[in-house]
């Protein structure tokens, strides 16, 4: 390899030291699919390299190039295995995402011209999904929680009243909250954090309720059904770990989730998925927090925004801001005489919301609701921009 540089192989690539397991998995996945279409391209006689890292090694940045075009084409034309829908922007950078890492730590560079080609369709427009993500209003929420079984439900509950990561939730160990706090809180551990820092968030008096006279007293005796019926062969997913507050899969909530949905009558959906899936849950808890204190929503999602230095001067009135955005955060209505009127704005601005989109389609305006991290290579500090929308 002449790049200059000292080759890298894919185990390498992988070192679980430098990237999260989850993040590991992600980049195995979609460097294997991309050898495996290699092998079985139509091209494949013009590829006499059969090894992965043999071929990163002596390959031309050209043929580089086109590989990766094919493969992307490939990609675009898939399908989901459940419900046959394209796949979605996000599905396929991921899945190209990691190929052009794997090619750049070895000195294939793709320009950033090239690269967003990749997302082009035959006709040269760009793909991407319209906004799919809708805030679950407090009446959809009820309706959609009578619909969950008690430990999808007490799951359902953490992440509307918290506003954390689903993949956050399904760390959280018995020792992680603190039941003599209020509102109850819980300390979201820096190692399973998004952004490696750790934080505090809370749980509305509906949820620890829940938690502590639904949920926890058939915890165990969930465990031991779900012991019998599991093998436990992918001990990174299906660990036989008792201290964790939820012992399942996010495929297995968002499954149950999306069956909840439809039978609430919550059916909506784009070309490419639902809109109402588990970041919905997220998304309702910011729009609440956020009409009281966007400081506090920062924080209390775990943005960098909201990590920075002013989360230490905030962070004492956490609690007191949290109180007062948690009747819209419970489902009962029954915690303050202003839910009501909390309800009515936030249904208000849904409203607003929807009628904004459909004028901006209308323009040919297309929003997308995606955060890009920038990060400042001299002070190494990083933060996350909200970049809503963009024409055609």
């Given at each position: 390899?002449?790049?200059?540089?000292?080759?890298?192989?894919?185990?390498?690539?992988?070192?679980?030291?430098?990237?999260?397991?989850?993040?590991?998995?992600?980049?195995r996945y979609a460097l294997e699919e991309f050898q495996k279409h290699r092998m079985e391209s139509p091209n494949r006689n013009k590829r006499t390299i059969v090894d992965l890292d043999e071929y990163i090694?002596?390959?031309?940045?050209?043929?580089?190039?086109?590989?990766?075009?094919?493969y992307a084409d490939y990609v675009k034309s898939s399908t989901t295995k459940r419900g046959g829908r394209k796949l979605s922007q996000n599905t396929i950078k991921s899945r190209l995402m990691p190929i052009r890492a794997f090619g750049k730590a070895n000195g294939l560079e793709l320009q950033k011209e090239l690269y967003d080609k990749l997302f082009e369709k035959r006709n040269g427009k760009k793909i991407r999904d319209e906004l799919h993500d809708e805030m679950f209003t407090l009446e959809q929420a009820r309706k959609t929680a009578q619909h969950l079984t008690v430990p999808n439900k007490a799951l359902f509950l953490v992440l509307f009243s918290s506003g954390?990561?689903?993949?956050?939730?399904?760390?959280?160990?018995?020792?992680?909250?603190?039941?003599?706090?209020?509102?109850?809180?819980?300390?979201?551990?820096a190692e399973t954090t998004k952004t490696d820092?750790?934080?505090?968030?809370?749980?509305?008096?509906?949820?620890?309720?829940?938690?502590?006279?639904e949920w926890l007293p058939i915890r165990e005796q969930y465990m031991e059904n779900?012991?019998?019926?599991?093998?436990?062969?992918?001990?990174?997913?299906?660990?036989?770990?008792?201290?964790?507050l939820f012992r399942f899969t996010k495929?297995?909530?968002?499954?149950?989730?999306?069956?909840?949905?439809?039978?609430?009558?919550?059916?909506?959906?784009?070309?490419?998925?639902?809109?109402?899936?588990?970041?919905?849950?997220?998304?309702?808890?910011?729009?609440?927090?956020?009409?009281?204190?966007?400081?506090?929503?920062?924080?209390l999602l775990g943005h960098m925004t909201g990590l920075n230095e002013n989360y230490a001067r905030i962070k004492p009135y956490l609690p007191e801001l949290y109180k007062k955005a948690e009747p819209g955060l419970t489902l009962s209505g029954a915690v303050s005489p202003g839910a009501e009127e909390l309800q009515k704005k936030i249904e208000q601005m849904q409203k607003d919301h929807d009628l904004l989109i459909a004028q901006l389609q209308e323009k040919n305006i297309l929003p997308i609701a995606r955060v890009v991290k920038y990060t400042n290579k001299k002070t190494g500090q990083s933060?996350?921009?909200?970049q809503q929308f963009q024409t055609e």
């Amino acid at each position: 390899m002449d790049r200059g540089q000292v080759f890298v192989t894919k185990e390498m690539f992988l070192d679980p030291e430098s990237r999260p397991d989850s993040t590991i998995e992600l980049y195995r996945y979609a460097l294997e699919e991309f050898q495996k279409h290699r092998m079985e391209s139509p091209n494949r006689n013009k590829r006499t390299i059969v090894d992965l890292d043999e071929y990163i090694q002596k390959v031309k940045i050209n043929v580089f190039y086109q590989d990766l075009k094919e493969y992307a084409d490939y990609v675009k034309s898939s399908t989901t295995k459940r419900g046959g829908r394209k796949l979605s922007q996000n599905t396929i950078k991921s899945r190209l995402m990691p190929i052009r890492a794997f090619g750049k730590a070895n000195g294939l560079e793709l320009q950033k011209e090239l690269y967003d080609k990749l997302f082009e369709k035959r006709n040269g427009k760009k793909i991407r999904d319209e906004l799919h993500d809708e805030m679950f209003t407090l009446e959809q929420a009820r309706k959609t929680a009578q619909h969950l079984t008690v430990p999808n439900k007490a799951l359902f509950l953490v992440l509307f009243s918290s506003g954390m990561r689903v993949s956050e939730a399904l760390q959280l160990t018995l020792d992680d909250i603190n039941w003599k706090t209020d509102p109850v809180s819980i300390c979201i551990r820096a190692e399973t954090t998004k952004t490696d820092k750790k934080r505090t968030c809370f749980i509305s008096g509906e949820c620890a309720e829940y938690l502590k006279n639904e949920w926890l007293p058939i915890r165990e005796q969930y465990m031991e059904n779900a012991d019998k019926k599991t093998s436990f062969k992918n001990e990174k997913i299906h660990r036989k770990d008792n201290t964790l507050l939820f012992r399942f899969t996010k495929a297995n909530f968002d499954h149950q989730l999306h069956r909840a949905t439809d039978r609430a009558g919550l059916t909506k959906s784009t070309d490419t998925r639902r809109v109402y899936h588990t970041h919905s849950l997220r998304k309702s808890f910011a729009t609440i927090m956020g009409m009281v204190s966007t400081d506090a929503k920062e924080a209390l999602l775990g943005h960098m925004t909201g990590l920075n230095e002013n989360y230490a001067r905030i962070k004492p009135y956490l609690p007191e801001l949290y109180k007062k955005a948690e009747p819209g955060l419970t489902l009962s209505g029954a915690v303050s005489p202003g839910a009501e009127e909390l309800q009515k704005k936030i249904e208000q601005m849904q409203k607003d919301h929807d009628l904004l989109i459909a004028q901006l389609q209308e323009k040919n305006i297309l929003p997308i609701a995606r955060v890009v991290k920038y990060t400042n290579k001299k002070t190494g500090q990083s933060v996350e921009i909200d970049q809503q929308f963009q024409t055609e």
